[in-house]
């Protein structure tokens, strides 16, 4: 009988044998990717375009345990010795018979993870939240690798062992132990050589290739690697996608090669044979024996101390306490802890070696340090260390090669000077991540440290370079954009950042792209705001500054206890910025523009568009409910105001964000003037050239028990000039005293008015 490469029969067989298991899991998984989107659009009214992390947040359990219990369920005739010797006797090869069991596992996984990717693109669209298309494939094959990586350790571990315990453990282990020796090794590193930058010191290193593993650790703000822009970065990323999806393959077909030379007999058994049973042994002390290689190795090189020693015994004791318990669970012979004897000096031994290896290794090349005429260029470096979003402002200026003598001469001091205090910081300095381009070709990554006069002569340097500051001041292309929205001291709801619809957002992006581009380069780098901030950041400028709004140089007038800051360049400012979110090379980015005079279009239409989120008839409701509101017993009164653009002592000025004090501002008719006059403002067209406010309102009419309705809105108006100081009074007389203390406003800033 002729024998098939893949049994089509047996393959739909064992799909039929997961329908089940695949099945329940499938419905929730789709129960959940559909609920939330209609669930987000029963109970808000606001439709934010969905970044990849929340299009499919079922998915993320899914890539991990979902996987698991699939495979396991279609290989679970391996844990069986009659189920086992059932499936060896069919007339089928054993590389068919793994490939109808695995492909039927695997087809359950990724046709999951490719219904819910679709499912939750169209139900997010039908339900108004305008999904990005382009997030479609990077949400697909980012989980789909993810699963299939996942699926390559649990076959690799059913396969090798014959009991349900035996082959988690090992699949955790594949999964997990090798990227925890890369967590470690880059700790051993930063410690032993701090001049280097984790996570970029070779694949073994870079925490950041494997996704299921990286996006696990993501969760504990734990990221050694050269992926920058958050944990969603993992999806664009292609060294991530490429490297999962090999290694992926690797183990799927190495599952294969030992389900080949596997026998029955290994069903029920922990392994096939005393050697992998040392082996597998072995592996699951790494951990400990590889974290007491850490402490030991900074003992060595940083010096010994009692604590250290009390972790090192603590380590043993437990290292040699998780062996005992896994060779009682899985041999059930005590005769068999003798075998440790042999296991745990050998897998110390090549923990310990690999540990100063690359101590010694690192501690060779921060010694390395090279001269200024050995350096071509110099790049500022992009780091992931704690997940941050990076800007667009800082993805362009990363990209520009800074070549300049006198500023590479500046960098090999530096890294001289560093080197020779061991890494530390040799006094008052600046520290500094950069990617230095040798003559060689070879591209280096140091962190270091150099003296503040020094300092501002290389950001001066740096901001020379026209290269360099046509990429600040960049703005980001249409096809790199994914949403736009806005933020600031301000939001709708009391949310942080909200997302204009695409058809707004893409009318503000244009306008404020052709008014940015009419500005001379100086201004367009400063109104990229927090995207633009200088690379190097003398730590001793802004110390001394009150507050987030009152940047060095500002100044202020207190008016009826409110504080006012002057805008330096006399110019008008909004509280709010336009937020740009989106990819570039692969790599996301988040961007705040500031709204100002000089780009009046657009602040006016990104104003517009804020006001358009609240209905006309919210705003006479609630004037009528202000109206009548006479007394606490019948009416509850909340809010805050900015005054954003006010004329005042010849220059403009604006106020922080005021708040209405819950308990008292209905007491008394200041309150309820203050509503009145707000809701009184201007908000059908505001324009920022003139007077601006912007407000929120919540007002609660009380019943006898219950609170009937709410009504909350928030708005740009524009004032008149006559009122502004009596709208400054009423501001002053609402809010609590304590909202402003002297500490955070002294004397010299806010002189008496």
Known sequence: MKKSLFPTGLYLDFLRQLRIVGGILLALIL?????????????????????????????????YLGTIVLVFAAFSFLFSRRASDFYHALPETRLSLYGAAAGAALTWVLGTVTLAALAAHAVYGLCGFEPALSDLLPNLLGYALGSLLVAGCVLVGVCATGTRFSAFVLTMILLFLPRYVSVLLNVTMENVAPMLIPGHMGPLFDVSLNFPVSFFLSAFDVNFGRAVGGVQALFYAASTLLYTGVLAACYIGA??????????????????????????????????????????????????????????????????????????????????????????????????????????????????????????????????????VVSYGMLRRSEVVLADPELRALVAKGLATTRDAGGQSPGPSIRLMMDVTLESGRVVNRQFYIREQDGERAQRLIDSDPNYMAAAGAFPEDGEIKSVGFGGNIYRGGVNFSVLSKTVGREIVRVFREELQALPPATRVALAHVSNMPYIRISTASSAAPSDEAAPGATGLMVSGVPLYRTEDGVATLGITLVVRGVRGGVPFQSFYQLSGHTPRAANLLMAAINGMTDVSVRARMAQQVAAGASPEHL???????????????GWYRSDSLNYNWDKTAENAVGLALAARLLAATADAPDITKPLVSYSLYVVPIGEKTIEEAIQLHLYANIEESDVEALLEMAGAAIPPDQFPPDRFPPDLFPPS
């Open 31 to 63: 129960l959940i990717t559909v609920l939330l989107p209609v669930g987000g659009a029963l109970t808000s009214e606001r439709r934010d375009t969905p970044n990849i992390l929340v299009l499919t947040p079922a998915l993320i359990p899914f890539m």
């Open 255 to 388: 599952a294969g090669a030992i389900f080949h030379g596997r026998t029955s007999e290994t069903a029920a058994r922990s392994a096939p044979g005393p050697v992998l049973q040392r082996v597998y042994s072995g592996l699951v002390t790494t951990p400990g024996l590889f974290l007491l290689g850490v402490v030991t190795v900074l003992c060595t090189f940083m010096g010994y101390s009692k604590d250290m020693g009390i972790v090192m015994i603590v380590l043993v004791l437990l290292t040699v306490t998780l062996y005992g318990v896994y060779m009682l669970i899985t041999t059930k012979r005590l005769r068999s802890l003798k075998q440790g004897l042999l296991v745990l000096p050998a897998t110390a031994a090549v923990c310990f070696a690999l540990l100063f290896g690359v101590a010694a290794v690192c501690r060779t090349e921060m010694a390395a340090v090279p001269e200024a005429s050995e350096i071509a260029g110099v790049q500022e470096h992009l780091s992931a260390a704690h997940w941050g």
């Open 636 to 650: 509850m009164l909340s809010g805050d105001l900015t005054l954003e653009n006010i004329p005042y002592k010849a």
